[in-house]
């Protein structure tokens, strides 16, 4: 068995580089990785003083408590929130978000969850202004996440006009449609004066999302002492603009506009994914057996770990429950941990 990544591609061992390594074993390195992850959501999505705030917390789970804190931040960042939904669209996306959440964990599609709209509660459509309208954008046209998505149509009339499945990104919230990145993420606004759908999105979220590289081709790396003022540079893998900001600045491609802050968000989603995996795989057998790993490339049995009592290990109760929420599946690649059982030719 290979402890490396090169199931799902030659190029992920480098895109999980951009995030930086890590131990599981190690409670500093756990410690010091994830707060530089909450770090970076917190500047993206504004919640960067409340997370600074947030009493620090130890326990069993250094991998919990970070995101247990990350999580209780944003939500009091959410309660100053200016609504961008109103009431009742955010009770139909927060029980539909949550059913959602659910469903895909125990089917393996939480990074990016198709449903038909009409099994939803309220069939995923809400009133205002005695208007049924759709609580979703209906995203299924092809974007920078893939050549559109096929999934099951509305079997049932719709009072909002669903004429077709319900696609959401969960894995790269707040960009959960493939199709607008020009912006600001539109899960960010999932918030009203009574709900709060944006806490459903961030706790769902993994990272699954594979890089836009082709994007990158005209633009240059930043070399120190050379940068333009208010010029779109690549920084250690990142887009970066010098002495000037990253939310006016973006990609123009064949597929439309993607902001700076999107395309770093998922990037740094993506690498996080596989930088979990790739400290999972490499210290899997000095880990401690207990609940399955909810990820199926890491679920398989490991042969060569085998304990006093002679069974085979598994991923621990931690990155299963905190991290293996997006359940590898469908994604980039379908490998699995036994493909890798052998170095790839």
């Given at each position: 068995?290979?402890?490396?990544?090169?199931?799902?591609?030659?190029?992920?061992?480098?895109?999980?580089?951009?995030?930086?390594d890590?131990?599981?074993?190690?409670?500093?390195?756990?410690?010091?990785?994830?707060?530089?992850?909450?770090?970076?959501?917190?500047?993206l999505?504004?919640?960067?003083?409340?997370?600074?705030?947030?009493?620090?917390?130890?326990?069993?789970?250094?991998?919990?408590?970070?995101?247990?804190?990350?999580?209780?931040?944003?939500?009091?960042?959410?309660?100053?929130?200016?609504?961008?939904?109103?009431?009742?669209?955010g009770?139909?996306?927060?029980?539909?978000?949550?059913?959602?959440?659910?469903?895909?964990?125990?089917?393996?599609?939480?990074?990016?969850?198709?449903?038909?709209?009409?099994t939803?509660?309220?069939?995923?459509c809400?009133?205002?202004?005695?208007?049924?309208?759709?609580?979703?954008?209906?995203?299924?046209?092809p974007?920078?996440?893939?050549?559109?998505?096929?999934?099951?149509r509305?079997?049932?009339?719709?009072?909002c006009?669903?004429?077709?499945?319900?696609?959401?990104?969960l894995?790269?919230?707040?960009?959960?449609?493939?199709?607008?990145?020009?912006?600001?993420?539109?899960?960010?606004?999932w918030?009203?004066?009574?709900?709060?759908?944006?806490?459903?999105?961030?706790?769902?979220?993994?990272?699954?999302?594979?890089?836009?590289?082709?994007?990158?081709?005209?633009?240059?790396?930043?070399?120190?002492?050379?940068?333009?003022?208010?010029?779109?540079?690549?920084?250690?893998?990142?887009?970066?603009?010098?002495?000037?900001?990253?939310?006016?600045?973006?990609?123009?491609?064949?597929?439309?506009?993607?902001?700076?802050?999107?395309?770093?968000?998922?990037?740094?989603?993506?690498?996080?994914?596989?930088?979990?995996?790739?400290?999972?795989?490499?210290?899997?057998t000095?880990?401690?057996?207990?609940?399955?790993?909810?990820?199926?490339?890491?679920?398989?049995?490991?042969?060569?770990?085998?304990?006093?009592?002679?069974?085979?290990?598994?991923?621990?109760?931690?990155?299963?429950?905190r991290?293996?929420?997006?359940?590898?599946?469908?994604?980039?690649?379908?490998?699995?941990?036994?493909?890798c059982?052998?170095?790839?030719?």
């Amino acid at each position: 068995m290979t402890t490396t990544l090169d199931c799902y591609g030659p190029e992920i061992e480098q895109v999980a580089d951009l995030v930086g390594d890590f131990s599981l074993r190690s409670r500093l390195d756990l410690d010091a990785w994830y707060a530089i992850q909450w770090k970076a959501l917190a500047e993206l999505l504004g919640f960067s003083q409340q997370l600074a705030a947030a009493p620090s917390t130890r326990g069993d789970s250094p991998i919990g408590a970070a995101q247990e804190a990350g999580l209780a931040a944003f939500e009091r960042s959410l309660r100053d929130a200016r609504p961008g939904v109103s009431d009742a669209q955010g009770r139909v996306q927060l029980a539909a978000l949550t059913g959602l959440a659910s469903a895909g964990r125990e089917r393996g599609e939480l990074w990016r969850v198709t449903v038909d709209p009409t099994t939803l509660p309220m069939g995923a459509c809400f009133t205002d202004g005695g208007q049924s309208l759709r609580a979703f954008y209906p995203d299924t046209a092809p974007g920078y996440f893939g050549d559109g998505w096929d999934g099951p149509r509305p079997r049932a009339a719709s009072a909002c006009g669903w004429q077709t499945p319900l696609v959401l990104h969960l894995g790269t919230f707040p960009w959960i449609y493939s199709t607008r990145l020009d912006g600001a993420g539109p899960g960010a606004r999932w918030v009203s004066s009574t709900t709060q759908p944006a806490l459903e999105g961030l706790r769902a979220a993994v990272s699954l999302m594979d890089p836009v590289t082709p994007l990158l081709a005209r633009v240059p790396v930043l070399q120190p002492g050379r940068a333009e003022a208010g010029r779109l540079y690549r920084r250690n893998g990142f887009l970066h603009v010098h002495q000037g900001s990253l939310h006016v600045a973006g990609l123009d491609g064949p597929r439309g506009r993607i902001s700076a802050p999107a395309y770093n968000h998922i990037l740094r989603r993506f690498a996080c994914f596989f930088a979990v995996r790739r400290s999972t795989l490499r210290d899997l057998t000095a880990m401690p057996r207990r609940r399955p790993a909810s990820d199926p490339q890491l679920r398989r049995p490991v042969p060569a770990c085998v304990r006093g009592g002679g069974g085979p290990c598994e991923l621990t109760s931690a990155v299963s429950e905190r991290i293996g929420r997006g359940r590898w599946t469908g994604g980039p690649r379908r490998a699995t941990v036994a493909a890798c059982s052998s170095p790839p030719s």
